[in-house]
């Protein structure tokens, strides 16, 4: 080797021109060591890799190799959680199968005993009523899983609470009331879906994403182009895939022909005409076979003061466990049963605590609600025109004297309703909360839940483990920030049960608490509240809105 390069230096008498052959010829000999070492395939592949930069707009299209929509590749964090969430909610409502309507639970037929009856009770006091089913001939059932709501009321005092059911899973019940309050109260337990009902609307929910018929329109020049789009799509048609693939959430259109996928901007739905459900299941469904009263021949209880009081201290403060119930109504107010309650009765007093507040609610039209009312009773706010059109569109609500600003932005897909809205600044919660920069003056609220019910559980799971994740990186970024979590409300008994049957609210619930357990977040129970206050409708009145508003207040000030 030293006499091949001596031979070809002599050719150079040139001291620069030899220096640099010098050098050509050590980087030749290093490029051939570097090729004979086992590593030489991972230079390679960095070399065919290009470097590209990370985008997070979910309007952007990728191809259909996308990791998360490869069936091939391991299971992520993601995929294990939902498998796992999942798992638990199949045995906590395993197949209840039936041949005939006189096999189901049967309201008439079933016993509510009160354990360890007395004349009076004292404020304060566990009232306990023993429920045992029964099928329509009278056989007693040796299973559990009907859904049930329990409540007590006293309707002179406008006062109600929520009474929490045990499940013994052979056909007997435990139904507690706590006795918040002095004076006549009355008991209701109502058989909302008989196990049977319950298991066919699990199993139904989970079959198909096709109940709803999303309208995707497309802008061509002057004119808009109508769509075929949804969570998934059985087409073999050329699609636009909107994906985040971080977050792992996925929406498609089929492409009109000569118009760009980006060109998407508005969507609209209707309910398809479809059922996963036979007709026997359906005859459990139909409205003469909801809430029905299990207590029909009860009479009212008298409860004492007793010359008992309870003191709370602690003020309420995001973080605190939230029991169930949380609370309970009287006189047409929230009195909450877990931490010390601020009333802000005034605008004054509203007005003090959201003094330099930046507020930002992401979720559905019932928290919507919200900013209306906020700008009913605070003539110092005042809409910012944000442009857009339609009800769906981002609202905001300034004070510039004082510095508010109140937000509220809709979830996006699935969002289910037949107007029209927008898509142009349309994106997940997750990356919503991405973009809040947090401090001890910021407060986020978020609500998802309704616009979820028609569709496979997986759906929703994914999206409240996102929005998760999401509030562990603000909390990380900025850990004096309130984030307030408000469950989803029941709803009027719907003629179309499968899809929007309370339900189905009822697990997302139930999954969300499992999700959020440990999070540092403030819990607004609008389910506890709604069953309390009686009001069966999916927007509620707006002394319940006032109520919501109200813990919303005590958690930021």
């Given amino acids: 080797m030293q006499i091949f390069v001596q031979r070809i230096l002599a050719l150079f008498p040139n001291a620069i021109v030899r220096k640099l052959l010098l050098m050509l010829i050590f980087t030749l000999v290093f490029w051939l060591i570097f090729l004979a070492s086992k590593d030489h395939t991972k230079f390679f592949l960095h070399l065919r890799n290009p470097i590209t930069l990370k985008q997070w707009s979910i309007f952007k299209t990728f191809s259909q190799s996308e990791t998360f929509q490869n069936p091939t590749v391991s299971p992520t964090e993601i995929e294990l959680k939902i498998r796992e969430i999942l798992e638990k909610m199949d045995q906590l409502i395993p197949p209840r199968p039936f041949m005939h309507l006189n096999a189901t639970t049967s309201a008439a037929h079933s016993v509510a005993t009160i354990l360890n009856p007395r004349d009076t009770y004292c404020r304060g006091d566990q009232l306990d009523v023993l429920l045992e089913v029964r099928d329509h001939v009278g056989r007693r059932k040796e299973y559990g899983g009907d859904f049930l709501k329990a409540r007590m009321s006293s309707k002179g005092l406008k006062a109600g609470a929520s009474g929490k059911v045990t499940d013994f899973n052979n056909g007997t019940y435990l139904l507690s009331f706590t006795l918040f309050w002095e004076g006549q109260v009355s008991l209701s337990i109502l058989l909302m879906h008989p196990s049977e009902g319950a298991s066919a609307l699990w199993r139904a929910r989970n079959q198909g994403y096709d109940r709803v018929i999303f309208t995707g329109w497309f802008v061509n020049g002057t004119s808009r182009v109508p769509s075929e789009c949804g969570l998934t799509l059985n087409s073999s048609a050329e699609l636009c895939q909107y994906l985040d693939a971080r977050d792992q959430e996925a929406f498609y259109c089929v492409r009109p ?292 508003i109200g813990i919303f207040l005590n958690y930021i000030c």
Avoid at 494 to 515: C, K, P, T
């Fill in 257 to 548: 022909a000569h118009i760009p996928c980006e060109a998407l901007t508005q969507m609209s739905t209707r309910n398809r005409d479809i059922s996963y459900l036979s007709e026997e299941e359906w005859r459990l469904l139909h409205r003469s076979n909801v809430g029905i009263e299990m207590m029909k021949n009860f009479t009212s209880i008298k409860v004492l003061p007793c010359n008992k009081s309870v003191n709370i201290e602690k003020k309420c403060q995001v973080g605190m466990k939230t029991p169930f119930p949380s609370g309970y109504t009287w006189k047409g107010s929230w009195i909450t049963t877990f931490c010390k309650q601020t009333r802000f009765n005034t605008a004054k007093s509203i007005n003090d605590c959201l003094q330099r507040k930046l507020i930002y609610l992401l979720g559905d039209s019932i928290l919507r609600q919200w900013i209306y009312y906020f700008k009913k009773f605070m003539r110092t706010l005042q809409f910012f025109d944000h442009h857009g059109t339609g009800v769906f569109k981002t609202h905001v609500l300034l004070d510039v004297n004082r510095h508010i600003l109140i937000q509220w932005r809709k979830h996006s897909h699935p969002f289910v309703t037949q107007q029209i809205f927008s898509l142009k600044d349309e994106n997940y919660i997750p990356r919503e909360i991405d973009q809040v920069a947090g401090d001890k003056d910021t407060a986020v609220v978020i609500t998802i839940g309704q616009h979820f019910r028609p569709f496979p559980i997986s759906v929703f799971i994914r999206r409240a483990i996102n929005i998760k994740k999401a509030i562990e990186r603000l909390l990380l970024r900025s850990p004096e920030t309130k984030v307030i979590l408000k469950t989803e409300n029941t709803r009027e008994v719907h003629q179309n049960a499968e899809m929007f049957s309370d339900f189905h609210g009822y697990v997302q619930n139930l999954i969300l608490r499992d999700i959020f357990v440990d999070l540092n977040v403030g819990i607004i129970d609008a389910w506890d509240m709604t069953i309390a206050y009686f009001t069966n409708d999916v927007h509620p009145p707006d002394y319940v809105i006032a109520d919501q």
